[in-house]
């Protein structure tokens, strides 16, 4: 089992940057792929990006170049920051973990946050 649970998200003028945190717990984290996704209302969740246990990443084209995935295995945490936000960047984002390797799928993934809002104001 692994717990996780998302931090940082909060309002922001489009434009600027934010960080969002995933702090895990449980099985050794760093044998863990981390995948972020978002979700706006009424719309599915989709994928933004993921991280696997050897540090290779992989991005949806919608935020190439302006999303960077990261983790600290010494810490137990992975990271998500994210700059020149846009209003429809606006969405609840969770990160996700799995034993297997990385995926573009929620179904990739057995273990999710409870996820953290982002509001991007125009």
């Known amino acids: 089992q692994v717990q996780l649970v998302e931090s940082g998200g909060r309002l922001v003028q489009a434009g600027e940057s934010l960080r969002l945190s995933c702090a895990a717990s449980?099985?050794?984290?760093?044998?863990?792929?981390i995948g972020w996704f978002r979700q706006a209302p009424g719309k599915e969740r989709d994928f933004l990006a993921y991280?696997?246990?050897?540090?290779?990443?992989g991005y949806s084209d919608s935020v190439k170049g302006r999303f960077t995935v990261s983790r600290d295995n010494a810490r137990n945490m992975g990271y998500l920051q994210m700059s020149t936000l846009k209003p429809e960047d606006t969405a609840v984002y969770y990160c996700?973990?799995?034993?297997?390797?990385?995926?573009?799928?929620?179904?990739?993934?057995?273990?999710w946050g409870q996820g953290t809002q982002v509001t991007v104001s125009s």
């Open positions: 996700a973990a799995d034993f297997r390797d990385a995926g573009v799928l929620p179904g990739d993934y057995a273990y």
């Open positions: 449980g099985r050794t984290f760093s044998n863990y792929a």
């Open positions: 991280i696997n246990w050897s540090g290779v990443t």
